[in-house]
């Protein structure tokens, strides 16, 4: 940009030279150079200190790395490579067989369980009316076992030794068939009493284990988070696809606010504040320039960050030489949209100060941008 206004200032030389007619001789020369380098020395200092400009800029996007929730074998891809696809969309199947069998396996086991429960339920009130009906004939035979302890203590006893003793035999007997009723008894109702939130154990267990393997088989299917396309799909029928967040198996661009991250030279800050005025030209749209606003400057690059590790740290990059990041945002254009995200562009920010010099720099951007029809590197 630089060298553009040094041909403009030497084109209107030449034509001022041509035009007015003046001698070419060794006082008008050095004095057009001087008086060039001065007044293009100036300018450009100015210009670039009040309206920063950058060739290194990008119109960019987050994406989304689609990795499968659990691991299998990919049974079904989309055909669908950079379409929209809505929200919900299936992006990619998994073999579903094992999950589906560990579904069906739970809900069996559940089914079982719940069968228990209800048969515990009936060997309780079957346990208890043992429990009364042996605590009934216990009574009775401890009534008999008294009666004989009472007639063994009258003058005469009606009653022999042995009477005595299997009276006492059977009441001692019965007692027994009463204990091992009650403990019986007691274990089924610690079994039933086992309960969480209203239910038991078991069940709650199972419940759990099923609703895991519900979601592991749903997660079988893997679909659009949000409104977007996927880009470079190369998975087919046939490929492992492993529940690892750092092996993706699919990039996702959501729908979103098309913004352009432009790289300034640090000393830029000085003139770069949140709602100045910006310009933005792309190499794909030679001659046409795209209104935006500077929304605000990153508190943070990229060099300056650092991580918690087993050696002593030191300055990861030379002084200078990482540059700061604005975001700016354009107003919203078709031609725009239709970009392949991730294309490059140039940027120029407009401050409230030396508005006067910010027509040169608003010229020399359209020059750069019509010089894109020429397929010009930087």
């Keep these: 940009m630089d060298l553009l206004i040094i041909l403009t200032y030497v ?3 030449w034509s001022i030279f041509k035009i007015f007619k003046i001698p070419v001789n060794k006082w008008t020369v050095p004095t057009a150079a001087l008086g060039g380098i001065f007044l293009i020395s100036a300018l450009i200092l100015l210009m670039n200190y009040n309206h920063p400009y950058t060739f290194t800029a990008q119109k960019a996007v987050i994406s989304i790395p689609i990795t499968p929730q659990v691991t299998g074998v990919v049974i079904e891809v989309t055909n669908k490579q950079n379409q929209r696809l809505t929200k919900g969309e299936v992006l990619f199947k998994l073999d579903p067989t094992r999950y589906q069998t560990r579904v069906n396996r739970l809900k069996a086991e559940l089914t079982t369980a719940i069968s228990s429960i209800r048969t515990l339920k009936g060997q309780l009130d079957e346990a208890i009316a ?5 605590s009934a004939e216990r009574d009775r035979l401890y009534k ?5 302890l009472r007639g063994s203590r009258a003058r005469v006893n009606p009653f022999s030794e042995s009477d005595i003793d299997n009276a006492r035999q059977n009441y001692l007997a019965q007692d027994a068939m009463v204990k091992a009723s009650v403990a019986e008894q007691s ?3 610690s079994e039933l009493d086992s309960v969480i939130n209203g239910e038991q154990s078991q069940i709650v267990s199972l419940r759990a284990q099923l609703a895991e393997a519900t979601y592991n088989l749903e997660q079988t299917v893997i679909r659009a988070p949000d409104n977007g ?4 799909v190369l998975i087919r029928p046939g490929t492992y696809a492993a529940a690892l967040p750092l092996r993706p198996v699919m990039v996702f661009i959501p729908e979103q606010k098309r913004q352009i991250i432009a790289q300034f030279r640090q000393n830029s800050l000085l003139r770069l504040e949140a709602g100045d005025d910006a310009e933005v030209v792309f190499n794909a749209f030679p001659g046409q320039i795209f209104p935006g606003k500077l929304v605000k400057v990153l508190p943070v690059v990229s060099g300056g960050t650092y991580q918690a590790q087993g050696t002593l740290q030191s300055l990861t990059t030379t002084p200078d030489s990482d540059r700061v990041l604005a975001i700016i945002d354009l107003e919203p254009n078709k031609a725009i949209d239709a970009l392949p995200d ?3 562009a140039q940027v120029a920010v407009y401050s409230d100060h030396f508005t006067h010099v910010a027509v040169m720099r608003k010229v020399l951007l359209r020059m750069t941008s019509w010089m894109h029809y020429l397929y010009l590197d930087h």
């Design 11 to 13: 084109a209107i030389a």
């Design 187 to 189: 274990q089924i109702k």
């Design 130 to 134: 043992n429990t009364s009906r042996v």
């Design 144 to 148: 008999d076992y008294q009666r004989y």
């Design 229 to 232: 396309y996927v880009t470079q």
């Design 342 to 344: 991730g294309i490059f």
